[in-house]
């Protein structure tokens, strides 16, 4: 079993930057890839970012050069930094987590860009 808690959303200007953190309950070690999917009112959810637990990284083509995503496994933490945030990035996101038996996932952040 792993327990996700999302941290880190709110409200920011177009243009700004948020960081959002992911605790997981239990070590990370155990866990293979993670990330961070985000859904849009009235718009299905989409994977934004994925990390393996060998540090491979993979991001959808709207956030490519605005978005990190990493993981401190001694943390047993998973981070998403956005920069140059823009009001299409406003969506709930959710962090998950890939053991070798399931996806476990958070309960959901909000982020809004708007002036």
């Known amino acids: 079993q792993v327990q996700l808690v999302e941290s880190g959303g709110g409200l920011v200007q177009p243009g700004g930057s948020l960081r959002l953190s992911c605790a997981a309950s239990?070590?990370?070690?155990?866990?293979?890839?993670m990330g961070w999917y985000r859904q849009a009112p009235g718009k299905q959810r989409e994977l934004v970012a994925a990390?393996?637990?060998?540090?491979?990284?993979n991001y959808t083509d709207s956030v490519k050069g605005r978005f990190t995503i990493s993981r401190d496994n001694a943390k047993n933490t998973l981070y998403l930094q956005m920069n140059s945030l823009k009001p299409e990035d406003t969506a709930v996101y959710y962090c998950?987590?890939?053991?070798?038996?399931?996806?476990?996932w958070g309960q959901g952040i909000q982020v809004t860009v708007s002036s």
């Open positions: 998950y987590a890939d053991t070798w038996r399931r996806r476990y």
């Open positions: 990390i393996t637990r060998g540090g491979t990284t």
């Open positions: 239990r070590s990370m070690f155990s866990i293979n890839e």
